[in-house]
């Protein structure tokens, strides 16, 4: 998939809300496939940082796929930090007639926000409505 496609789907998800910090994607894997920071934002973390923090929400939200048929699918995760609050969303995508997480859409957001909200009502929409573009 073009970083480029996955760096415009960054930018329209980071222009959703103004709450938002940082979008990115990352595949199964935990790699960044691309990023956004919202203008004139100083990262609390470096770039190696970030690719770290990626690797291990994806490997968190992976492991929680192993209790899916006593809870169900993850839809997100919030964590809340003194300094931001950072959620995971699975992207999920139709194999046959399973479902199937190759992307995750890494958020953070100012804390104050209210996350839950807006990833309930502006993000996962948004996502509903331009999955084509992951099913690859």
């Keep these: 998939m073009s970083e480029q496609i996955l760096s415009d789907l960054c930018k329209q998800i980071l222009d959703i809300d103004e709450f938002i910090r940082f979008a990115g994607i990352a595949n199964k894997m935990g790699n960044l496939e691309a990023t956004t920071y919202r ?3 100083v990262p609390l973390m470096t770039k190696d940082e970030t690719s770290q923090y990626a690797i291990q929400a994806v490997l968190r939200a992976a492991t929680r796929q192993d209790f899916e048929t006593n809870t169900g699918r993850l839809q997100y995760s919030i964590g809340k930090y003194e300094r931001l609050i950072r959620a995971t969303v699975p992207i999920l995508l139709s194999s046959n007639s399973d479902y199937e997480s190759k992307f995750y859409l ?3 957001f100012d804390v104050g926000s209210d996350a839950k909200s807006i990833i309930e009502n502006k993000v996962i ?3 509903e409505r331009n ?3 992951f099913n690859v």
């Design 106 to 108: 890494l958020l953070s």
């Design 125 to 127: 929409p948004y996502i």
């Design 131 to 133: 999955k084509e573009i």
């Design 39 to 41: 203008q004139g934002l």
